[in-house]
């Protein structure tokens, strides 16, 4: 009950934080930030969006910890919230429509809700732990995909340009043997996507905790698996519908 009443809430009030954002693109007055690199960007939407977020939480749970992108953590009790304001803010910063507001609600490490809500394509996912994922009020389910050349996979590539690419050998390895690689920008989305059974796994190295935290709940609660393998100083993590991710991951692995 509790995670129902949040949702409903946080439903409510992201439409808030969706409009702003996409008055913000239609004006195009932000200022935009490098952050580490010049294709790791920030704006100073992202910042603000973020602002309005924690302050919705303060407002409403002001006794929960947060985990944000742009802010960093903040400790509270066991509920943790772990928020990216804009996730795909390159894609956004182009008017590029696969940017999205993700937020996770944790309890004791484990997470219990997951809202992805990506403005411009008019859609939400969400998802509550044992109830099930749905986008736009329609509940989602893992694709049922088992041969390989009929797959379509998404991936993603790191900011960091100054550091080897560990992604570059398994691109190379996968390419030929799927229907397709697609590359949106956006983790969160690729999750829901996968979720939603338009794709069929997503894989990529090194990604953040507020990338993956809701959208990797709506794609379990949608049959979808998920793994993390340390690989040296690299983590994988691979997503899939569980029908295929052992035959991927020998792929991307070149074996």
Request: a negative charge.
């Amino acid at each position: 009950m509790y995670c129902k009443e949040i949702l409903k809430k946080l439903e409510v009030f992201i439409d808030k934080v969706s409009k702003f954002q996409l008055d913000s693109l239609e004006n195009k007055t932000f200022k935009i930030e490098e952050k580490k690199t010049a294709v790791d960007m920030v704006t100073e939407i992202d910042k603000k969006s973020e602002d309005m977020i924690i302050g919705f939480i303060n407002k409403n749970y002001p006794e929960h910890s947060i985990l944000s992108e742009e802010t960093g953590f903040y400790e509270g009790n066991e509920y943790e919230w772990v928020i990216d304001p804009i996730d795909g803010t390159t894609n956004y910063i182009h008017g590029y429509p696969f940017h999205c507001i993700s937020i996770g609600l944790k309890h004791n490490g484990e997470t219990i809700l997951g809202l992805v809500v990506a403005p411009q394509l008019n859609v939400k996912f969400y998802a509550i732990k044992g109830e099930g994922s749905f986008k736009n009020g329609k509940k989602l389910k893992v694709s049922d995909e088992s041969i390989m050349n009929k797959c379509v996979i998404v991936t993603g590539f790191p900011y960091e340009r100054a550091t080897e690419n560990p992604n570059v050998i398994p691109f190379n390895n996968v390419v030929n043997k799927v229907a397709g690689i697609r590359r949106s920008g956006s983790a969160a989305l690729d999750l829901c996507y996968v979720a939603s059974g338009n794709l069929d796994a997503y894989w990529e190295y090194n990604i953040k905790e507020w990338d993956a935290c809701a959208g990797e709940l709506i794609l379990k609660e949608a049959g979808g698996t998920s793994q993390r393998i340390i690989q040296g100083k690299h983590t994988l993590f691979l997503f899939g519908n569980g029908k295929i991710d052992k035959e991927l991951l020998n792929i991307i692995n070149g074996k």
